[in-house]
């Protein structure tokens, strides 16, 4: 079974400081991996998947298959930057999304 | 707006009593997607749609069911509520089915069961 797994609830830096929000999963075939961000009182939204390899508001993710990780980083974190993160999987030829359980990142001044 | 709408934004309601929750897709989008978002259980697929057919079910009760209507708009029908079904519900729409699409999410629907 796919299964996501976020095991920070929460994480808290300042800002300018590197941050690295983590994601593990759990799948047998080539999943498609996405980001998730909810800022406060607004939907959840896209920040990347690892298919476009793009970098969005300075966060990178790099899928490794081997560790079965997609953790999503940012070298200098701003407080803006401050949300719910989801990390989420896709399995091929699949709808659905699997969500981890998100991380609450805030970035302290 | 042209983005995925849901009404109503918050219910409450009480134990063994049915509510009906709507989503409309984004323009030109096909494909409807259910999630239950609770405190425990975090983010769960419920189901999903696609130009009005069932297209894949996830962890939804038999309590509830959904459907797309010709207009590709959504309903999602819960029914002897129970205090356990108090959640935010949220709908997604994407263009497609391929599973590697932008799903676009709604602001959810708040329900409470008392």
């Known amino acids: 079974a796919q299964r996501v797994t976020q095991p920070e609830k929460l994480l808290s830096v300042f800002k300018g400081a590197p941050v690295e929000l983590k994601c593990n999963y759990s799948?047998?075939?080539?999943?498609?991996l996405f980001w998730y961000v909810q800022y406060s009182r607004q939907r959840l939204q896209l920040l990347l998947r690892?298919?476009s390899r793009e970098s969005i508001k300075g966060f990178t993710a790099d899928l490794n298959k081997g560790e079965t990780s997609f953790h999503l980083k940012k070298p200098f974190a701003q407080e803006e930057d401050s949300a719910m993160y989801y990390c989420?999987?896709?399995?091929?030829?699949?709808?659905?999304?699997?969500f981890g359980k998100g991380t609450k990142l805030t970035v302290n001044p | 707006d042209s983005g995925v709408t849901q009404t109503p934004k918050h219910l409450i309601t009480a134990t063994g009593q049915r509510v009906t929750l709507r989503c409309s897709p984004r323009?030109?989008?096909?494909?409807v997607y259910w999630y239950q978002q609770s405190l425990d259980q975090g983010l769960q697929f419920l189901i999903h749609y696609y130009n009005g057919e069932e297209r894949a079910k996830g962890n939804i009760l038999e309590r509830f069911s959904a459907q797309q209507f010709p207009d590709l708009h959504s309903e999602l029908n819960l029914s002897s509520l129970e205090l356990g079904d108090s959640a935010l519900y949220f709908c997604a729409s994407s263009v497609g089915t391929s599973g590697m699409e932008t799903q676009y999410f709604g602001p959810g629907t708040r329900l409470l069961v008392l």
């Open positions: 989420a999987l896709s399995q091929g030829g699949s709808e659905k999304l699997v």
């Open positions: 323009s030109g989008d096909l494909s």
């Open positions: 799948y047998s075939g080539s999943p498609e």
């Open positions: 690892h298919i």
